[in-house]
């Protein structure tokens, strides 16, 4: 990072604070909210390299970020509206903006005044635009996820993509899916892998409860048994203090 950019001042305050307060920002993201803002005038297009920041971070902390939580930070301020990406150039290098916290809290709308019609002799019954809009705002905003509830949602992503790569597809929003979010990443592209070598889908009729099972039972670890080893099991599955008469 160029060293004049440090002796820009920053205009960061207590509302900031709040904000990765509310939204559980992570300390890490927070620091790359702040150096973003050093790069340029807020809201004002930028071209970042987050390799800079992580040479940077390596300076002041003693070893830079792993690549990985690098990139999860990075999108868990683009989640929070923090920042606005407008091209990406490679996983490091993005031209965005760096929002102002003035758009991040738009201002509230003013209460508009309850008009009271006196001429009326009998009571309107009450009107459905206030349950309606009350119903459209309240599906419309989301919830910012936790740091942990993110880390969840990128490791089931990168499961189904995954499968996808082998022309599995899962749906997210069935609850069968859940078992396969159920084993790691890396038993997954084991369970992958060996569903190529059983023949792939030329074999495999269904494909998903093949892969859940596959992942059950550790298919991978299987290996075709020859005589030898078979007499060798067969040994090691009967007890070994039978009966002279047996």
Known sequence: MPENTLK?????TEEHEAYCYKHHIPPA????????????????????????????V?????KPYAHNYLKKIFEILVSCRVLQV????????????VRPLSWLNPPKKPRK?????????????????????????????????????FEELERQHEILTACAEYQIYFDP?????????????????????????????????DSQAWLIGCLR???????????FGFIELLKSWFPSNLPRDY
């Open 8 to 12: 820009i001042n920053l205009p960061w």
């Open 29 to 56: 993201a927070k620091i790359l909210w702040q150096w973003l803002m050093r790069q340029g005038q807020i809201a004002s297009e930028i071209e970042p390299d987050l390799s800079e920041f992580n040479a940077w």
């Open 58 to 62: 390596a300076k002041t902390r003693g």
């Open 86 to 97: 407008i091209k990406q150039y490679s996983w490091k290098i993005t031209k965005l903006l």
């Open 113 to 149: 005044k309850k008009l009271h019609n006196h001429n009326s002799s009998y009571n309107l019954p009450p009107s459905n635009d206030i349950s309606t809009e009350q119903g459209l705002n309240s599906s419309s905003n989301s919830i910012t996820p936790t740091t942990a509830e």
């Open 173 to 205: 929003n069935k609850r069968a899916t859940k078992n396969l979010f159920e084993f790691d990443i890396s038993d997954v592209r084991l369970a992958l892998t060996h569903f190529v070598k059983r023949g792939g889908h030329q074999e495999v009729r």
């Open 217 to 227: 039972e550790c298919y991978w670890t299987d290996n075709a048994l020859d005589s």
